[in-house]
C-alpha cells in the first residue's frame, strides 16, 4: 500500500490509499475497510498520538515529520510514540509533481447529480460546491439538526459531505437523497465566527439502500 498525500502552502493531507492490484481483489479490498483504518496528522510537533476507535495498530511511519498510522479498527484507544517511528524518506526515494494551473485546458462539464443544491438561495451543480472551512474553536455545522464535529465541506459522490482533515478517505456524513433539494446556508454571527446550516428533507428508499 501506498499513501496519497497533497501538500498545499505547507498544509498536507491525505487524500487516497493505493493498492496493489495483484494483492488486493475486490473482496479483500472491501473487507480491509471493513477491518482496518489510516489517520495522518498534520503535525511536525506532536510526539505522541492517540488513536480513538482502535483496537490495536499495524504499522505507523512518518512522512516529514508527520505521523502517518494504519489501525485495527475496535472500541478502544491506542497510542503511538512518534519519534519511534521510521520517516519514510530517508528510507525511500521522494516524489513530488507539480502542476501548472495555468496550462489547463477549460473543460464543460456536466452536473454530477440531479439534486438541486443551493448556496446561500443560489443553485449550485454538486462539482461546484463551496469548500468551506471551520474552525472548530468557534464555528458551528448543522446537519438536518444535528451538529457534526468536521473541519470542511465539499463535494463527495456529486453530494454535500462533510469532512475531518486526520481521515480525508471518507467523509463523516454525506446525504443520501439525490432527488431531493439541499439547502447550505452559511450565517457569520457578530464575533466573527460562522454557523453553516445544512438540511434537506430526505426521501429514503430502504429496498434502493
Given at each position: 500500500?501506498?499513501?496519497?498525500?497533497?501538500?498545499?502552502?505547507?498544509?498536507?493531507?491525505?487524500?487516497a490509499?493505493?493498492?496493489s492490484?495483484?494483492k488486493?481483489?475486490?473482496?479483500?479490498?472491501?473487507?480491509?475497510?471493513?477491518t482496518?483504518g489510516?489517520?495522518?496528522?498534520?503535525?511536525v510537533?506532536?510526539?505522541?498520538?492517540?488513536?480513538?476507535?482502535?483496537?490495536?495498530?499495524?504499522?505507523?511511519?512518518?512522512?516529514?515529520?508527520?505521523?502517518?498510522?494504519?489501525?485495527?479498527k475496535?472500541?478502544?484507544?491506542?497510542?503511538c510514540d512518534?519519534?519511534?517511528?521510521?520517516?519514510?524518506?530517508?528510507?525511500?526515494?521522494?516524489?513530488?509533481?507539480?502542476?501548472n494551473?495555468?496550462?489547463?485546458?477549460?473543460?464543460?462539464?456536466?452536473?454530477?447529480?440531479?439534486?438541486?443544491?443551493?448556496?446561500?438561495?443560489?443553485?449550485?451543480?454538486?462539482?461546484?460546491?463551496?469548500?468551506?472551512?471551520?474552525?472548530?474553536?468557534?464555528?458551528?455545522?448543522?446537519?438536518?439538526g444535528?451538529?457534526?464535529?468536521?473541519?470542511?465541506?465539499?463535494?463527495?459522490?456529486?453530494?454535500?459531505?462533510l469532512w475531518q482533515?486526520?481521515?480525508?478517505?471518507?467523509?463523516?456524513m454525506?446525504?443520501?437523497?439525490?432527488?431531493?433539494?439541499i439547502?447550505i446556508?452559511?450565517?457569520?454571527?457578530?464575533?466573527?465566527?460562522?454557523?453553516?446550516?445544512?438540511e434537506?428533507?430526505?426521501?429514503?428508499n430502504?429496498?434502493?439502500?
Amino acid at each position: 500500500m501506498f499513501a496519497s498525500i497533497l501538500e498545499e502552502q505547507g498544509h498536507y493531507v491525505l487524500v487516497a490509499i493505493i493498492f496493489s492490484k495483484s494483492k488486493f481483489t475486490p473482496s479483500r479490498l472491501a473487507k480491509w475497510l471493513d477491518t482496518y483504518g489510516a489517520r495522518f496528522v498534520n503535525s511536525v510537533g506532536a510526539t505522541a498520538i492517540e488513536v480513538h476507535g482502535a483496537c490495536e495498530l499495524t504499522g505507523a511511519v512518518r512522512f516529514m515529520g508527520r505521523p502517518l498510522v494504519v489501525y485495527k479498527k475496535g472500541q478502544g484507544v491506542t497510542s503511538c510514540d512518534v519519534w519511534q517511528c521510521v520517516e519514510v524518506n530517508d528510507v525511500y526515494p521522494r516524489y513530488d509533481c507539480i502542476v501548472n494551473s495555468a496550462n489547463a485546458k477549460e473543460l464543460e462539464m456536466e452536473p454530477t447529480c440531479k439534486t438541486a443544491i443551493l448556496y446561500n438561495g443560489q443553485r449550485v451543480y454538486s462539482y461546484s460546491v463551496p469548500r468551506l472551512r471551520f474552525d472548530l474553536s468557534r464555528d458551528l455545522a448543522i446537519a438536518n439538526g444535528l451538529v457534526i464535529v468536521a473541519d470542511f465541506m465539499e463535494d463527495y459522490c456529486g453530494t454535500v459531505a462533510l469532512w475531518q482533515e486526520d481521515n480525508a478517505m471518507l467523509p463523516v456524513m454525506f446525504f443520501y437523497d439525490d432527488d431531493t433539494p439541499i439547502d447550505i446556508d452559511l450565517h457569520t454571527r457578530q464575533n466573527g465566527s460562522r454557523v453553516c446550516v445544512i438540511e434537506q428533507a430526505a426521501k429514503v428508499n430502504y429496498e434502493e439502500l
